[in-house]
């Protein structure tokens, strides 16, 4: 399997709240760097744009899984903004869905975490 990069975008408009734009995949090949960026994140609300992930495999879940654990340890917030479809079902057939909050956008994950 070729390597698919994943490239994450800081796109914070305010402090307080961060709002990282993945673009690819999020698969075993380069979960590392995304797992790594949230790990480092210190932010009380994390917005994770996904409306340009086409597929997430069993690492990619793992990582996110990881990421809410962690920041539901700390008293943060992790939401899940502009979800493809593809990506959803991986969620609810690993039946991992229920630990996050879904927005169509990330401007209403915003005003929801505001």
Not at 31 to 51: C, E, G, K, N, P
Not at 53 to 76: C, E, F, K, M, N
Request: net charge neutral.
């Amino acid at each position: 399997m070729p390597q698919e990069p994943l490239q994450i975008e800081d796109t914070t408009p305010e402090p307080g709240q961060r709002i990282l734009r993945l673009v690819g995949p999020i698969l075993i090949s380069n979960f590392f760097q995304f797992q790594s960026t949230v790990r480092a994140d210190t932010s009380r609300s994390l917005i994770l744009d996904l409306s340009q992930v086409p597929y997430i495999d069993s690492a990619g879940i793992g990582a996110l899984v990881g990421a809410y654990v962690t920041r539901q340890h700390d008293g943060r917030s992790l939401a899940l903004a502009g979800v493809t479809d593809r990506v959803r079902n991986a969620l609810q057939v690993t039946r991992v869905e229920q630990f996050f909050k879904f927005f169509d956008t990330v401007e209403a994950a915003q005003r929801a975490v505001a």
